[in-house]
């Protein structure tokens, strides 16, 4: 089966490391004959607030619509996001609020606790930065960003697996570590983890 790979970047800044781990991962996978569409949350313009909650429809921007497509088109998604107090970017989680919806990535069943998930056969890999080491940040804050995303976002709709990657201590590393880093994530890249 051809490797159909959406690599979705939520980092607000275009031009921060994570830019430049979307882009090794992105060189890996072509390289090994994979597919590639990239989302970057930063570029699309959208509102990030869904402002009547669950109460209300809020028609999707284009750049939503086209966001959806692109994930429904993947059959493996590389999301990628800094850690910002135990969480994600701002705009990232506006961006699931508001695409991550009934009827488009799962259904509830009518009168029943249970639901469809409408991302089945997908699989995921979660490339989180962060400013201190990926065993610290599961030992003493239980991995908040990680289980929002990997439990509560994508395998509640279905994606599995869902395996993670953390990058990190970040902040005051050199050139060569973040090489190191950058080379990790393009291996990824070509064994389309």
């Known amino acids: 089966m051809q490797k159909r790979i959406t690599i979705i970047n939520g980092h607000p800044n275009s031009e921060s490391f994570n830019r430049a781990i979307a882009d090794a991962y992105k060189m890996g996978a072509l390289a090994n004959g994979a597919e590639v569409k ?9 509102d990030s607030n869904l402002q009547f909650g669950y109460k209300q429809v809020m028609p999707l921007e284009t750049d939503l619509l086209t ?3 692109a994930i429904k088109w993947a059959n493996h998604l590389v999301w990628i996001h800094p850690v910002w107090w135990g969480g994600l970017p701002g705009k990232m989680k506006g961006f699931i609020d508001r695409t991550f919806l ?13 639901w469809d998930k409408l991302l089945k056969g997908k699989s995921a890999r979660i490339i989180t930065t962060m400013d201190q080491p990926g065993w610290y940040y599961s030992l003493f804050y239980g991995k908040p960003s990680i289980n929002q995303l990997k439990k509560s976002t994508l ?21 060569a570590r973040r090489n190191n880093f950058l080379k990790r994530i393009n291996a990824l890249g070509v064994n389309f983890k």
Not at 102 to 114: A, E, L, Q, R, V
């Open 38 to 46: 990239e989302i970057n949350i930063h570029a699309l313009d959208f």
């Open 102 to 114: 009934p009827g488009i990535t799962f259904k509830y069943k009518k009168d029943s606790i249970w």
């Open 67 to 69: 966001a959806m497509e």
């Open 155 to 175: 395998q509640f709709c279905g994606v599995s697996p869902v395996k993670v990657t953390t990058i990190g201590p970040i902040r005051n590393t050199d050139a």
